[in-house]
Structure formats: structure tokens, C-alpha cells
């Protein structure tokens, strides 16, 4: 019994919005109908018996004088004689109101009848098909206001406030991840004014320096021309570098408003444009390079600027740090494209593991500069926007270990 009612609670809460409120409509006017008929049956029975009380028996041919002019009701007692039954000027005082109540309900019952079950119909829909789910809505809606999306929106059934809910649920899901994303750029560009304000310092400092020992000494003539001109060209070093630290910056800045264009690539032209690259870059430092593509479609759903990119990028940094070799494995799944380099130099420090893809990372630098700057920040910006990841991490054998994700 149990199963049955939860099988016609599921049925019912499947069904669209339109069938329910007819069925429900169709139940209330059917038992507004046979309640209608048994109340209207059973009062005008009780008028009947009431009218009998005051009934006054005649014969079939009675012409009696004062019974002419008069008001007359007759009911058939049996084939022959007929009963006279008085007008309600003629009733007691009790039964003529009873009269007029039984007259009252012959005329309004049905009315009254089929308006309570109508209603009671309308009050069965909102209760099984509207109050859930209005109350999920308006409590949802009251927590995006107030900046809350760590929720979730669940209605079960099929109907069209089911659906309904599971297109606020799409909506808070999107909210929520365009809030995250906010927060994020958020942070980067705190991290990103932050790296400015530090690297800008030192040439800023040292300028700041010079300048103040030419404007203190020029004028006594105790500078030599050659000592004037040395403090210039290293003043003009600093200048080229807070020169060059301002294209960088506009180049961070330009990652914010990048958007990805996912297109349909062919993966044979693809995979040899980078096993040109790769080959163009390794053959000036002399590095063996192997590329391995492990890629069964045909076509590949992605940015091809933005996974070019990443891949000079990333192919760029283990040229500079590899010794002997580098090895390059493409993958490709049902919804990832995937690229790992690996190179056999000194890898990863554990400081470098942790913040080497952050704006303007200083390294542990102890074989030549480590150009983390921008160039690790711009890999991982990418590969989040084209909804992937960058991981860093060092190989078993030793040397250093990247690997870009991309959706498709």
C-alpha cells in the first residue's frame, strides 16, 4: 500500500502543471455533482414530509367551495383519493422558517457546494504542486540578495516548477562561479599591485641615488667626465628596465580582458607546427627533443593561440634549464587536451613549487636567471581561462615537470 501511494506521489508531482489542475477540477466538479444531488434529494424529502404534516384529504371530484381560490399543492396517496396540502400561510410559525430554509438550500446549495470543492481543488493544487517550490525559490532569492551562493537549490518531480527550479539552480551555479571568478581576478590584481610596488622600488631607489650625487657633485667639478658618463649609462639601464617593466604590466593587465575562441583544429597540422617549434628551439642549444602525441580524435576543440602560448612559453623555460634532453607528451581525452614538458635540469625548488606561476615570482636562482616574471603567470592565466589548470612539479629521474590542462 505504501509503494502504491508513493508511486501516484511521484506520478503526481511528474506531471505538468495544466493536467493537474484538471484532474483536480474534474474530482471537485464530480463530487460537488453527487454531493449536490444527495443534499438537494435529501432536503427536498424533508420538505416533503413537512408539506405532508399540513396535507388535507379530498376526493377526486371535491368542488367544495372554499377550496376554490386557494393556493393547492397535490400528491398522489393512491389511485384514488388525493391529498390537499395547505400553501406556508398556513404553517406554524417554526415550520415556515423551516420551510424557507429547505427553499433557501434547494436554490444555493449547489452553487455553495460546487464554489467549496472549486476552492478546495485550488487550495490542494497550491499545496502539493506551488508552496514547495515557491518557498525554495524565495528563499534562494533571498540569500543571492544578501551575497550567500554556497547553496543548493534540489526540487525532485519533472513538472514545470521543477524545471523552473533547476534553471535557478543553473543560474545560482553560474552566479557562484562568477563570483569565485571575481574574487579571484580580484586577488590576482591585488598580487599584481603588489609585485609592481616591489619591483618598481629598486630601480626607483637607485635612480633616486644617482640623482642625488650628480645633482650634489656636478656642479663642484669633482666628477670626470668618464665617472659622468658611467653614472648616466647605468642610469639609463634602470630606465630600460622600468621601460621594460611597464610593457610587462600592460601585458598582465591585457590578461584580464582576454577571452577564449575555442575552434575546431586539425590535430595532424597542429601537432606538427609544435614538433617544428620544438625543433627550432633545441637545435640552437643542442638539446635532444622527443615529442610523443597520444591523440585518437581528429579534430581538437580548442584556442589555438592560447595552447600555443602555453606551449612556447613552457617549451622556452626547459630549453633554458635542460641539460641533455626534453620530453614532450601530448594528450588528448573526451574533455581535456593535455601537454607535459619535462626537462632533465635542476627542477623545481620547493619555494618555486609553491609561487613560480605568481605575477613577478623571484626564484632560487642558481644556475642563471629563472624568468619566472610573467611568463609561468601568463601559462596559468591561460590555462584557466580556456578551463584547465598548470601544474608545477619535478620529475622522478630529476628535472622539472609542467603540465598544462585544457578543456574541449
Known sequence: MGKIKDRVKSWYRSIPLWLAIFLLASAALLLASFASNKLIFAVHQAEIQLQIQYAVPMELEDTREENQGRERYYYIVDGVHLQEVLGPDRFSAGDRRLYGFYQFLLRYASLFIYTLTLLGAALLFYHTKLKKPLALLLGASKKIAEGD?????????????????????????????????????????????????????????????????????????????????????????????????????????????????????????????????????????????????????QTLNIDPSAVTQ????????????????????????????????????????????????????????????????????????????????????????GGACVTAVFSL
Open 310 to 397: 602555453v606551449y612556447e612559453n613552457l617549451l622556452s623555460n626547459a630549453v633554458r634549464f635542460a641539460r641533455e634532453r626534453i620530453l614532450v607528451e601530448l594528450e588528448a581525452g573526451e574533455k581535456v587536451f593535455s601537454l607535459r614538458i619535462t626537462d632533465d635540469g635542476r627542477g623545481f625548488s620547493p619555494k618555486e613549487l609553491s609561487g613560480a606561476d605568481r605575477p613577478y615570482f623571484s626564484g632560487e636562482q642558481t644556475e642563471g636567471p629563472y624568468h619566472f616574471g610573467l611568463g609561468l603567470y601568463i601559462c596559468h592565466t591561460l590555462c584557466e581561462k580556456h578551463g584547465g589548470s598548470l601544474t608545477l612539479a619535478n620529475a622522478p629521474g
Open 149 to 297: 551562493f554556497d547553496f543548493s537549490l534540489e526540487y525532485s518531480g519533472h513538472d514545470e516548477m521543477a524545471r523552473l527550479c533547476g534553471a535557478f539552480e543553473t543560474m545560482r551555479s553560474a552566479l557562484d562561479e562568477n563570483n569565485l571568478r571575481l574574487h579571484r581576478m580580484i586577488r590576482e590584481r591585488k598580487q599584481l599591485n603588489d609585485a609592481y610596488t616591489h619591483d618598481l622600488r629598486t630601480p626607483l631607489a637607485v635612480l633616486k641615488g644617482y640623482a642625488g650625487i650628480l645633482r650634489r657633485f656636478l656642479p663642484t667639478g669633482q666628477f670626470s667626465r668618464e665617472k659622468v658618463a658611467a653614472t648616466v649609462d647605468t642610469m639609463s639601464t634602470h630606465i630600460d628596465r622600468l621601460v621594460q617593466f611597464v610593457d610587462s604590466m600592460n601585458t598582465a593587465q591585457r590578461l584580464a580582458d582576454l577571452s577564449v575562441r575555442r575552434q575546431p583544429v586539425e590535430t595532424g597540422d597542429f601537432v606538427g607546427a609544435m614538433r617544428e617549434t620544438a625543433a627550432f628551439l633545441c637545435e640552437k642549444r643542442g638539446l635532444a627533443c622527443t615529442l610523443e602525441p597520444r591523440i585518437g580524435a
